[in-house]
């Protein structure tokens, strides 16, 4: 980022192939729409791009991009005035014959999810399947690491619960 952010256009290159596909798996998560996800992760870069004067040293790049990603999806999801839609996700798990015992869990832990309030539900995703760490997600979404934690322990539990999951011994 700081080769981009000091003239080096090939740079944009290879920034571009390292975060494009992780930004799109973590997009297509909140709208729902490939399409969509597309148009946010470009929308992405030229905000990098737009912004890679403010870029410092001493940032991380792959929160700051994320947070641009995730910031975006947001507005999408304002703008659209309803929940994300998983369409492609839902036919290919309604494709596989009920009762296989890894579709139903997906479809109970999907289900599960999708019941969390936003702030936990985005903190677990971004651990678990972006395998960001808390300083990390913490960057992404504005908050402390303290929190996060919360967010995350909060969640935790409440999958628990509703997937009857005994809870873990106490330390």
Request: net charge positive; glycine share 6%; no cysteine.
């Given at each position: 980022?700081l ?34 996800a ?10 990098l ?8 040293a ?31 996700e839902?036919?290919a ?11 139903d869990?997906?479809?109970r ?14 903190v ?5 399947f972006?395998q960001?760490?808390f300083?990390?997600i ?10 996060v934690?919360?967010?995350a322990h ?18």
């Amino acid at each position: 980022m700081l080769a981009y952010a000091g003239g080096d256009a090939a740079a944009l290159r290879q920034l571009f192939e390292r975060y494009a596909p992780i930004l799109l798996r973590l997009v297509q998560r909140h709208v729902g729409r490939d399409a969509d996800a597309q148009d946010i992760v470009q929308q992405t870069f030229l905000q990098l791009h737009r912004a890679r004067g403010d870029f410092r040293a001493d940032m991380r790049v792959r929160p700051w991009i994320m947070t641009i990603a995730l910031n975006l999806a947001r507005d999408l999801l304002r703008r659209r005035g309803r929940r994300p839609e998983q369409v492609l996700e839902e036919e290919a798990l309604a494709a596989v014959p009920a009762g296989a015992p890894d579709v139903d869990v997906a479809r109970r832990v999907r289900a599960a999810l999708s019941g969390l309030p936003r702030d936990q539900r985005e903190v677990i995703e971004l651990h678990w399947f972006d395998q960001l760490s808390f300083n990390e997600i913490a960057a992404i979404v504005g908050a402390s690491s303290g929190a996060v934690r919360v967010r995350a322990h909060r969640g935790y539990q409440a999958l628990r619960k509703t997937l009857g999951e005994p809870e873990p011994a106490s330390r």
